[in-house]
């Protein structure tokens, strides 16, 4: 005897969507990080002697910011393929936190 109903089907646990990024916007996104965190020390040495509310002061630090960005998305656009960019910029990530803090320390 045919059934109208239809057939049940297990149910599956909800899961989050995946965020997805393609290489270049995981690039950018690791040297944004790079340039605000592991570039204190250049930052202090580049805005020394100048008044923190000064507008140009925070122009300065906006237009070396950018510049910094922009150096590390092309250096690392140059020798990163979409294949291995998550385990290299995990190792660079590394590599520039045990430089940012031997840096800080040791000046």
Known sequence: MPTLLPRSTPARPWTPPRLELSAEALVLLAALYWALTANTAFFRAALQGREPADAST???????????????????GLVVHRTWVRPMLVLLTVATALGSHFIGTYG
């Open 58 to 76: 925070w122009g300065l630090a906006a237009a070396l910011l950018l510049a910094l960005v922009a150096l590390h998305v092309l250096l690392l």
